[in-house]
């Protein structure tokens, strides 16, 4: 398979025809007048055209940079070339997908422990060429909305400083320049302090104003989210605390627009996750800072959703939550039934009813998950583990069948991460071990997989003829 995706045309043209407009200003004012009446006054007014024009001229510059090349898709790797330039990413590689960030147009991050590989949302006939990517790397969407465990504190990242620092040095600089030229008496040719500071001053502070409002005061700058409260901390030192009991509700919410500079099959939608409280004002936290925080808003919504999952469900009511639990139970027997008579299918359906109806039964999930196992639907499973694991992040089976999903779905460290959370809480899970050999084998760890398969054989010594029809643990047992 070789399917080549062009950058989007409707938006590349913005950037030479911005910088054609520019130099068409100057060639029509800027060179005439500098040519025929080279006055101190008119060369003055001159340079303060082309430092006002110099940021639009960054800009179309940055267009049409930003949206020259293509992507292509292969059996094995992911290709963006531009410029001559080639960057390469194989689908095993891929440890975390993330589905925007804060560019115009926005970004598909992909992250590998070696690179990061980044391109513009705006490719030609981009959902043919998501579903590519959707057959070829199943989780890719799974992957964005399904966290593992989030931390207990979210903050802005460090990239959001760097750009953000980029931005302040940009606007000081037009400030600084445009400020020598209203500044700068020509006849003299000294500065006049007055003229100099009175423009430079109202430069930085509609640059302060403007960075203010890019910081957006409104949004908080960190959440400390635990299971007894959520506290946000903003802008100006203020700090707002909620009690998980006054939780009622958390939802994502969309909002959907247009803008002139869209594909027609690219919408712009932004999410927010809003958590309303019982007789206090909500939490709103908007999909620009979401990002900002490094996660999307559906990873952070999903995260809580589940966190609180309890007292959610407690909002409802003793009585609500007696007839829920009553009905639970039904549902939990007919999915035991069906569970004895290999309908995987129907006994799935039942169990996530019971879960749904009732929060606290959520430990059922391991058994949805390898239900879902059994169906060979690993992307499913891995979902039911994570289940599991948000509510008891100690339970090592959960952990060792994840990280088989993670295997077969080819995310090999996320999958090494998971058994080794295994083996730290239960040494004795035997499979954990081998399944850990197996994936560091992939890893090309050589050392680590020795290590785990001799542990493994320790605790079932049996298992060393299923290990001689591995090819990647093969070598690493005595000669029979």
């Known amino acids: 398979m070789r399917q080549v995706f062009p950058f989007s045309d409707t938006i590349r043209p913005y950037g030479p025809i911005l910088l054609g407009l520019v130099l068409l200003l100057h060639a029509i004012l800027v060179i005439p007048v500098a040519l025929l009446a080279p006055t101190e006054k008119n060369l003055s007014l001159i340079w303060l055209m082309i430092v006002i024009c110099l940021p639009f001229d960054l800009i179309g510059l940055y267009i049409t940079v930003r949206h020259m090349g293509q992507v292509i898709l292969t059996d094995e790797a992911i ?6 330039r ?3 990413l194989l689908y095993n590689e891929i440890t975390d997908i993330q589905p925007r960030d804060r560019h115009i147009p926005p970004n598909l991050v992909f992250h590998a422990p070696s690179r990061t590989l980044r391109f513009s949302r705006m490719l030609e006939n981009f959902p043919q060429f998501y579903a590519t990517l959707e057959q070829q790397i199943p989780t890719i969407i799974n992957t964005m909305l399904v966290p593992g465990t989030l931390p207990g504190k979210l903050q802005v990242t460090r990239s959001f400083w760097s750009s953000r620092a980029a931005l302040l040095v940009i606007l000081l600089a037009v400030a600084g320049l445009i400020s020598l030229a209203l500044g700068y008496d020509t006849a003299q040719q000294t500065l006049r302090p007055t003229a100099f500071l009175l423009t430079l001053l109202i430069g930085v502070g509609l640059t302060i104003a403007a960075l203010i409002g890019e910081l957006d005061p409104s949004q908080p700058w960190h959440l400390l989210i ?3 409260s959520i506290e946000a901390f ?3 030192g203020q700090k707002k605390q909620w009690p998980t009991e006054a ?3 958390i939802q994502l919410r969309e909002e959907k627009s247009t803008t002139s500079l869209d594909t027609a099959h690219i919408p712009i939608v932004k999410r927010s996750v809003v958590i309303e409280f019982k007789e206090q004002p909500p939490l709103i936290l908007a999909e620009k800072r979401a990002n900002d925080f490094g996660y999307a808003p559906e990873q952070i919504y999903t995260y ?3 966190l609180y999952a309890q007292y959610l469900s407690s909002s409802r009511g003793e009585r609500t939550m007696d007839a829920n639990q009553s009905q639970a139970n039904s549902l939990i027997q007919q999915a035991q039934e069906w569970q004895k008579q290999s309908n995987y299918a129907k006994a799935i359906e039942a169990y ?3 879960i749904a109806l009732f929060p606290p039964y959520a430990s059922f999930n391991l058994i949805v998950g390898d239900l879902y196992f059994r169906l060979q639907n690993y992307t499913a499973a891995s979902q039911a583990y994570w289940a599991v694991l948000e509510t008891i992040p100690e339970h090592a089976q959960a952990w060792s069948s994840l990280g088989q999903c993670l295997l077969l779905l080819k995310q090999v460290s996320k999958a090494v991460e998971a058994f080794d959370h295994a083996v730290e809480i239960d040494d004795q899970l035997v499979e954990a071990w081998y399944y850990g050999a197996l994936a560091y084998g992939y890893l090309g760890q050589i050392q680590e997989t020795k290590e785990r398969l001799q542990r493994a054989l320790q605790l079932r010594p049996d298992w060393e003829a299923v290990a001689r029809q591995e090819p990647l643990l093969k070598a690493h ?4």
């Open 247 to 249: 939780i009622e509700q």
């Open 304 to 306: 809580l959703h589940r």
């Open 234 to 236: 903003y802008l100006l």
């Open 477 to 480: 047992l005595p000669s029979s």
């Open 226 to 228: 635990s299971s007894q």
């Open 352 to 354: 996530e009813q019971a």
């Open 79 to 84: 290709i963006l070339q531009r410029w001559g």
């Open 86 to 88: 080639e960057q390469r």
